[in-house]
């Protein structure tokens, strides 16, 4: 295995507040990593710092060996990480199938006049955007409603799009944010299976935040524990991560 992921030393505070402190982290191909704690710990700031959403006070983060702090979310998204937002971001006015292909314009290798005239790349481009938007509608489930608003689909149905969405630029690295989010047992049973599948699919790798400690349990080989920005502990053995006491008391024990 080699190592996909490396944080190192990330401090990223607003103002005052130091939402993470510290922080590291080493991610192996392949293997899926969960980061849980109390809301407000800091877990959503370190995806948006991975993504170039936020450039941190210090630290860095090597992807594949290069540094991501300072360069742009649409480069980074471009280099092979994929994400999902807590709240759902999709557009709400196209069908899901446009949703997914506009998330997959990284593939356009057409010029501009090419655009403008339909001609020459432009229309094998597109096609192919479109039959790989569909093959993964297909694979998250949606095939049947790609016509379909994207705000009128019921919720469990907009994160898989928006998995989908992650997916449609060819990601190494799938980064989500409360994938089990307002879902009940039933459905994060289905989320499990489906990220498992994906994951094989498309040898990713994962790194999720998540609240659901059974789907936690079932998915990730291992488990940091994120408090006030800092690291309260970290295990593959979600076990003894249940028994640490530091985390009952700042986490577990209050559900
Ligand atoms: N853009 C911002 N400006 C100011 N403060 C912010 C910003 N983003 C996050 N914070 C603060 O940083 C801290 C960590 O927030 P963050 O969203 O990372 O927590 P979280 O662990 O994802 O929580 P939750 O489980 O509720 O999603 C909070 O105190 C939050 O208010
Ligand atoms: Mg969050």
Redesign the pocket.
């Known amino acids: 295995m080699s190592r996909i992921l490396g944080i190192s030393n990330l401090t990223m505070a ?2 005052g ?1 130091r ?2 402190q510290q922080f590291d982290l080493l991610l192996e191909e392949g293997g899926v990593h969960g980061l849980i ?10 995806f ?1 710092v991975v993504t170039g959403i ?1 450039r941190p006070q210090s630290g860095s983060v090597l992807f594949e060996g290069r540094e991501l702090v300072g360069r742009r979310p649409f480069d980074i998204a471009n280099a092979g990480i994929g994400r999902t937002f ?1 709240n759902i971001r999709l557009f709400p006015n196209l069908s899901a199938l446009e949703n997914v292909i506009i998330a997959g314009h990284k593939d356009a290798s057409y010029g501009m006049l090419e655009a403008l005239t339909h001609l020459g790349r432009y229309g094998r481009v597109v096609r192919a955007q479109r039959e790989h938007a569909r093959e993964l509608l297909a694979i998250v489930g949606l095939d049947a409603r790609e016509k379909e608003r994207a705000g009128s689909l019921p919720y469990g149905l907009q994160r898989r799009l928006e998995i989908a969405r992650a997916l449609a630029i060819r990601p190494r690295l799938l980064l989500l944010d ?1 994938p089990a989010a307002g879902m009940n047992e039933e459905e994060s049973v289905a989320l499990v299976n489906f990220i498992r599948e994906i994951r094989r699919r498309f040898s990713l790798t994962i790194f999720m ?1 998540e ?1 659901h400690m059974d789907v936690v349990t079932s998915l990730c080989d291992e488990i940091t524990v ?1 408090n006030f ?1 800092k690291i309260l502990a970290r295990s593959s053995c979600m076990e003894e991560i249940k028994k640490n006491p530091s985390v009952v008391e700042a986490y577990l024990g209050k559900e």
């Open positions: 607003f103002g507040v939402a993470v704690g109390p809301n407000g710990a800091g877990k959503t700031t370190i948006n936020y807590q409360e935040i609240h994120l920005g």
